[in-house]
C-alpha cells in the first residue's frame, strides 16, 4: 500500500527489506532519523556508537560476520569515519555494507557545506544519490546487491531536501539474508603484502562498476523535445529540472553519481547542442565532463554555494520565473534559533560572559551560547575541537598567571571525540581548564541517547559511562561537578579551577529541561514594583523574559522556573512561586 | 491538475509537523501525488520553521520558492508576514493572530511591526487572520493551534468533513483525538 514516507524512513525501509540486520551510526542531522526509524523493526539490531568511525568498523565487522550492515552519519561524521573508510574499500565485504551519508547543502544544521561524493572518488567506492524517498528505498536495496556483487563498500548520498521530504512510496516484504565468515588474510588483513594485492582490485573493480553503469536503469536518459539543450543532473537537482523545464530538454538522471558511465555521458552530450550540468555544491559531474574532453556548462552558470530551488534553476536557464508575492514590512526581525528557557546551559554561559573568559566551543545545542545576549564562545570547529583546542591555548600562553580559557563540550559530543583530547591534556600536562555540559542526552539532533545516559537506542536500560570516573582515569586529579541552575556555585568553580595550577574538569550537570521526565519547577513571578528596569535578567536571553512597560515580564507559558534570572536580580523583583 | 502549493510556517516547536502530516494523510487517500518537507535540527530551537505541501498529478520538487506558494498557513502573525513573497498572485495567507516575539525583540534591538494584517491587507494580499489559540484552548489545549488552522485551511478545499476526520483520527493518538476532532471543527467553522 502506498505510504507517505520521509527520504531517511525510506532509507531504513530499504535496510528493512534488503535483510539488513545490524545498524550502528553516530545522530547527525539530516542523517539522525534513518537510524531512528530503522530502530523500530524488531528485525534489525540497531545502536548509537559513540562516533561514526566506531559506527563504520563496528558495521564492518557484522558484514564480515556474514549479516547485511549499515551505519549511517551526517557529512562531517563521514570525515571521522573516513579512515576505516579508505580501508574497508580495499578488503571489500562479506555480507553487503552500505553507509548513508547526508550533506546539508544550505547549512540549515551544519557547520561547513561540504560535498560528500568527493569521497566515492577518494575512496574509489561506488555511491548511489536517490531524488526523493521512492529512490531512497530502492536504491538502498540496490545498493546491498552491487555491494556483494562487486565485493566493495556502498555509499548512499543523501542531502536535506531527500532526507527530509516526505514522498510516495510502496513498501515490499523483508527477504532474510545470512552468509558464514570464512578467514581470508590475504583479503581482511591490510598489511602491505596484501594491500599492494588489493589496490590493483580495487581498481579493476572501479572499471567493472564503470561497466555497470553504462547500462544501469538507474542512470536514466529521458527524452525531451528540444535538443538545444541537454542537462545532466542527479538528486533535488534533477527535481528542480523537470520543475522548471519538464519534457523540454532531454535529461540524463544520474542515480550512480561514482564511477561514471563514460559511453552514456558521451553519447548523451552528442545527441545535443549544449550540455549543461546541474548540480548543488561542488563541480562533480561537470569535472568529470570536463575530463572525457566535453564542452559543458555549469559552476560557470550555476552557484557551488548554498542549496538550489526551481527559481533559481530557471533564471539560470532563462526560464520563466514567477512573480514574486508582495512584500509587506521593510524591517521584519529575523527569528533565529535560541536557547531554550529553562536550557541548564544558560547559566553557564552567562558566568563565562560575566568573566570574559575565552571558551572554545563545540558541536551541539550549546553552540547557541555564541549568540548574543550571550555571546560567550570563542570557537566552533568540529567534534572534540574545544578540548584539543583549550589545549593549544593555555600551552601556547605558557602558564601566563592571567590564564582565562576553558573548553565547553557537550556529555555526547565528550564521549565521541573529546575523550582523546583530554588525555593529551592529561598526558602533556596542560593547565586547561574543561568544562563538560552535561544535559544528560544529545540534545541538538532531537534527544538521542549516549554512553553516558543509561538507555540504548531501543530504549532499554543499559551501562551508563560514568563522566566523572573516566575524567579521573585518564589522568585528571581535579574533577568537580557543579549545578549550572546555581549561579554562585558555577562562579566559584570556575574560579577556582581556572586558577588551579594543573588541569581540571568541571561537570556542569543538569538534564535538558526539554525532556519528558524532567519536572518543571512553577513559573517564576515578577513583582512589578520592585523592577527597576534595570535589565540585569534581560543579560541571559531567556525567550520567557521580555520588558512590557519598562518592566520585566514572564511569559507563563514558556517559563520553567529555574531561577537563574531571579538570581541576577538585585531588588528580589522577581520570585520564585511558592511550593503548594 | 497543476501543482497546488501549500506552505506552514512558525516558530519551532509550535508543531507543524502534525499540519503537515495530517494534510499528507488526507491527500494520499485522494491518490495525489505530495511532497512534503520539513525543517529538523538546529532552526527548530524556537527560530522561524517552514514546511511545505505540494500536491498534484506529478510533484516534482519537494520545496516551494517565490511567487508560488497558494496558501501560507501561519502560527504566527510575524512569520505570516515573514514569508509574503512566497504567495502566487490570488494567493492566500490564513493566520493565527498570536503574537510571539523573537529574540532581537525581546532584547529591544528590533520592534515588533504594529497592525501586520492591516499592512498585509493593504500590500494586496487577501489575509484570513483569526485568533487560533483561544479555540484551541476552548477545544481543551493549546497545543492544538495546528489542528484549529487546518480546520480553519479546510474551508477552502472540497474535501468533506469526514475526509479531513478520518485523516485526523489517522494522525494523532487516541487519547487526544475527541480534543483535536473538537479543535479542527472549531477552526473549520471559525
Known amino acids: ?580 | 491538475m497543476q501543482t497546488k502549493n501549500i506552505m506552514i510556517v512558525g516558530v519551532g516547536g509550535q508543531g507543524s509537523l502534525l499540519a503537515s502530516k495530517l494534510l499528507g494523510r488526507l491527500l494520499l487517500t485522494k491518490g495525489y501525488d505530495i511532497k512534503v518537507s520539513e525543517v529538523h535540527g538546529m532552526s527548530q530551537r524556537g527560530g522561524s520553521v517552514v514546511t511545505y505541501v505540494r500536491f498534484g498529478d506529478k510533484v516534482y520538487s519537494p520545496v516551494i520558492d517565490k511567487g508560488e506558494a497558494d496558501y501560507i498557513v501561519s502560527f504566527e502573525l510575524l512569520e505570516a508576514a515573514r514569508w509574503t513573497e512566497y504567495l502566487r498572485k490570488g494567493g492566500k495567507i490564513v493566520t493565527n493572530t498570536q503574537q510571539i516575539n523573537p529574540m532581537p525583540v525581546i532584547t529591544g534591538v528590533a520592534e515588533y511591526p504594529a497592525d501586520l494584517a492591516e499592512k498585509m491587507q493593504a500590500a494586496g494580499i487577501q489575509v484570513d487572520a483569526f485568533d487560533a489559540l483561544s479555540l484551541a484552548e476552548q477545544a481543551g489545549s493549546a497545543k492544538a493551534v495546528n489542528i484549529v488552522l487546518m480546520g480553519h485551511l479546510s474551508r477552502n478545499f472540497d474535501f468533506t468533513l469526514e475526509e479531513w476526520l478520518d485523516a485526523i483520527e489517522k494522525s494523532v493518538p487516541a487519547k487526544f483525538l475527541e480534543m483535536n476532532k473538537k479543535a479542527f471543527i472549531l477552526g473549520r467553522e471559525a
Open chain 1, 1 to 580: 500500500m502506498k505510504q507517505l514516507m520521509l527520504g531517511n524512513e525510506a532509507v531504513a525501509r530499504g535496510l528493512y527489506e534488503a535483510g539488513c540486520s545490524f545498524v550502528s551510526s553516530y545522530p547527525g542531522t539530516p542523517s539522525t532519523e534513518i537510524t531512528e526509524a530503522v530502530a523500530k523493526y524488531q528485525e534489525v539490531y540497531a545502536e548509537w556508537a559513540p562516533n561514526e568511525k566506531v559506527a563504520m568498523e563496528a558495521a564492518f565487522g557484522a558484514c564480515l560476520a556474514g549479516k547485511r550492515s549499515f551505519c549511517g552519519m551526517k557529512h562531517v561524521g563521514l570525515n571521522v569515519a573516513a579512515d576505516p573508510l579508505f580501508t574497508i574499500a580495499y578488503t571489500g565485504v562479506n555480507a553487503g555494507m552500505v553507509i548513508a551519508v547526508a550533506d546539508d547543502a544550505g547549512m540549515h544544521s551544519s557547520q561547513n557545506e561540504q560535498d560528500s561524493r568527493h569521497y566515492a572518488r577518494a575512496a574509489k567506492i561506488p555511491m548511489l544519490e536517490p531524488a526523493d524517498s521512492a529512490e531512497a528505498l530502492a536504491f538502498t536495496k540496490l545498493a546491498y546487491d552491487i555491494s556483494e556483487k562487486f565485493d566493495t563498500p556502498v555509499l548512499v548520498k543523501m542531502c536535506t531536501r531527500v532526507a527530509h521530504s516526505q514522498s510516495v512510496v510502496e513498501p515490499a516484504e523483508r527477504v532474510e539474508f545470512s552468509k558464514t565468515y570464512e578467514k581470508n588474510p590475504q583479503k581482511y588483513i591490510m598489511m602491505p603484502g596484501n594491500a599492494k594485492r588489493r589496490h590493483p582490485f580495487v581498481e579493476e573493480r572501479t572499471k567493472a562498476l564503470a561497466d555497470w553503469a553504462e547500462t544501469a536503469d538507474i542512470n536514466r536518459v529521458e527524452e525531451g523535445s528540444d535538443h538545444s539543450r541537454g542537462i545532466i543532473t542527479s538528486s533535488t537537482s534533477y527535481q528542480y529540472v523537470k520543475e522548471v523545464c519538464g519534457d523540454k530538454y532531454p535529461v540524463l538522471k544520474l542515480g550512480m553519481i561514482w564511477p561514471m558511465p563514460e559511453k552514456k555521458i558521451r553519447d548523451f552530450a552528442a545527441s545535443v547542442d549544449e550540455l549543461v550540468v546541474v548540480e548543488e555544491l561542488d563541480s562533480f559531474i561537470e569535472a568529470h565532463c570536463l575530463s572525457l574532453g566535453l564542452k559543458v556548462t555549469g559552476k560557470d552558470t550555476f552557484p557551488c554555494i548554498d542549496e538550489f530551488s526551481q527559481n533559481l534553476v530557471a533564471a539560470k536557464l532563462n526560464a520563466a520565473v514567477p512573480e514574486t508575492g508582495a512584500k509587506v514590512a521593510d524591517m521584519i526581525p529575523a527569528r533565529p534559533p535560541v536557547m531554550c528557557a529553562g536550557c541548564p546551559h544558560r547559566g553557564l554561559f552567562y558566568t563565562l560572559a560575566k568573566n570574559k573568559i575565552t571558551a572554545l566551543g563545540d558541536i551541539g545545542c550549546y553552540t547557541l551560547g555564541a549568540v548574543p545576549p550571550l555571546g560567550a564562545l570563542d570557537t566552533t570547529i568540529c567534534m572534540g575541537a574545544s578540548i584539543s583546542g583549550a589545549h593549544g591555548f593555555t600551552k601556547a600562553q605558557n602558564g601566563a598567571a592571567d590564564n582565562k580559557t576553558v573548553a565547553v563540550i557537550g556529555d555526547s559530543t565528550f564521549m565521541h571525540s573529546g575523550i582523546t583530547g583530554l588525555v593529551n591534556v592529561a598526558y602533556n600536562e596542560s593547565n586547561a581548564t574543561i568544562i563538560i555540559v552535561d544535559n544528560s542526552i544529545t540534545g541538538m539532533t532531537g534527544h538521542q541517547q549516549n554512553p553516558t545516559t543509561g538507555f540504548n537506542l531501543k530504549g532499554d536500560p543499559c551501562t551508563k559511562i560514568d563522566l566523572e570516573t573516566l575524567c579521573r582515569a585518564v589522568g585528571i586529579r581535579r574533577v568537580r561537578v557543579v549545578d549550572p541552575y546555581n549561579l554562585a556555585e558555577t562562579e566559584t568553580a570556575i574560579k577556582e579551577e581556572l586558577a588551579a595550577p594543573e588541569a581540571s574538569v568541571i561537570i556542569s550537570r543538569r538534564p535538558c529541561a526539554l525532556l519528558k521526565y524532567v519536572k518543571h519547577n512553577k513559573p517564576v513571578r515578577v513583582e512589578s514594583d520592585k523592577c527597576r528596569s534595570c535589565k540585569m535578567c534581560m543579560k541571559i536571553g531567556c525567550p520567557a523574559i521580555s520588558m512590557k512597560d519598562n518592566k520585566a515580564t514572564i511569559d507563563n507559558t514558556l517559563c520553567t522556573g529555574c531561577g537563574v534570572c531571579a538570581q541576577l536580580c538585585k531588588f528580589d523583583a522577581i520570585q520564585a512561586a511558592k511550593e503548594d
